[in-house]
């Protein structure tokens, strides 16, 4: 599994040996750095001791090089990530900013692989063929 992840707008690598880099703030802390698994649809995650949430906090995410928010235009739930898998194609890779929420939406053209117990409940948000 080698897969970059960038960021939508800046197109800035942010994984950095076993993490996707990130930055994030919920409604009640100023922020931090987190760091993701990149294999989709493992839901590790580290982060400092003092940033705290609970399980169904909504969690904000940013680009740590432009400061981009990564929220998705699909979902107000999700955020959006792109990722190159090792034969160079790209591929839309939405998440969720809920936390203790496993959905992984990973999408090129119509086509899409889902991930985690979740991430039936935004299918209907994305227009697809019958192929996922």
């Given at each position: 599994?080698?897969?970059e992840y ?60 432009c400061h ?24 839309d890779i ?39």
């Amino acid at each position: 599994m080698n897969y970059e992840y960038r960021c939508p707008k800046c197109h800035g690598y942010i994984r950095i040996g076993e993490h996707i880099i990130l930055s994030a703030k919920n409604k009640d802390l100023p922020g931090g750095l987190i760091l993701l698994h990149p294999e989709p649809g493992n839901y590790a995650v580290i982060r400092h001791s003092t940033f705290n949430y609970e399980k169904g906090d909504l969690v904000e995410f940013f680009c740590p090089i432009c400061h981009h928010n990564l929220d998705s235009k699909k979902h107000m739930n999700l955020a959006m990530l792109i990722m190159t898998d090792e034969s160079g194609k790209d591929y839309d890779i939405y998440f969720s900013k809920v936390a203790g929420e496993y959905s992984t939406l990973k999408m090129i053209g119509e086509h899409m692989e889902i991930f985690g117990e979740h991430s039936g409940e935004y299918l209907d948000f994305f227009s697809l063929s019958q192929n996922y």
